[in-house]
T-cell receptor, first 118, second 112 residues
Framework: EAQVTQNPRYLITVTGKKLTVTCSQNMNHEYMSWYRQDPGLGLRQIYYSMNVEVTDKGDVPEGYKVSRKEKRNFPLILESPSPNQTSLYFC?????????????????FGPGTRLTVL | SQQGEEDPQALSIQEGENATMNCSYKTSINNLQWYRQNSGRGLVHLILIRSNEREKHSGRLRVTLDTSKKSSSLLITASRAADTASYFCATGLRQGAQKLVFGQGTRLTINP
């Protein structure tokens, strides 16, 4: 089954304790992206990756890191989480045609990770 | 500000009625997509309409696109309780960052 998986689904942690949220897709998609969703603010892009070893900042990258060492995985790292990073996080992936905008294709979303930072 | 903005923010109708949601955007687009999100879960792609298309159907869904007004509408006919969800439009830009830009969504409630 084609899918995007995220782990963990729920996490409660404390300020400053490093954490990683994993994301994996089995569709051989080139493009992967992380979003956070907050009430009244919609979905905001954190980081995205066009392919292996190619990552770039989205709209709200502060406090986050990512890596893309393998095509299927795109972990989100919070080196020193703070309470303002409490949010619902989504990973998404899509096919990417060479030279064409990523917005040409539908994105497949993971089930979400609800993070609470105390 | 957001590229896509949905209207209304919330909509409550009776089962069987039609639901219409609107989306406005600001800059030139390659396409516009609609997604559904059940409470707290991942977004699911519903339909994509390209900038050279005016109308598209998928089952009970009808999407229109008016590039001159920079707006789109999503019509769900003969609504069902299972249609209760949030609906988001997302625009794929012609130029600029490689991403979809999501609106803040319309919360649709179907009352039995």
């Amino acid at each position: 089954e084609a899918q995007v998986t995220q782990n963990p689904r729920y996490l409660i942690t404390v300020t400053g304790k490093k954490l990683t949220v994993t994301c994996s897709q089995n569709m051989n998609h080139e493009y992967m992206s992380w979003y956070r969703q907050d009430p009244g603010l919609g979905l905001r892009q954190i980081y995205y990756s066009m392919n292996v070893e190619v990552t770039d900042k989205g709209d709200v990258p502060e406090g986050y890191k990512v890596s893309r060492k393998e095509k299927r995985n795109f972990p989100l790292i919070l080196e020193s989480p703070s309470p303002n990073q409490t949010s619902l996080y989504f990973c998404a992936s899509s096919y990417l045609m060479p030279g064409r905008p990523v917005g040409n294709n539908e994105q497949f979303f993971g089930p979400g990770t609800r993070l609470t930072v105390l | 500000s957001q590229q896509g903005e949905e209207d209304p923010q919330a909509l409550s109708i009776q089962e069987g009625e039609n639901a219409t949601m609107n989306c406005s955007y600001k800059t030139s687009i390659n396409n516009l997509q609609w997604y559904r999100q059940n409470s707290g879960r991942g977004l699911v792609h519903l339909i994509l309409i390209r900038s050279n298309e005016r109308e598209k159907h998928s089952g009970r869904l009808r999407v229109t696109l008016d590039t001159s007004k920079k707006s789109s509408s999503l019509l769900i006919t003969a609504s069902r309780a299972a249609d209760t969800a949030s609906y988001f439009c997302a625009t794929g830009l012609r130029q600029g960052a490689q991403k979809l830009v999501f609106g803040q969504g319309t919360r649709l409630t179907i009352n039995p």
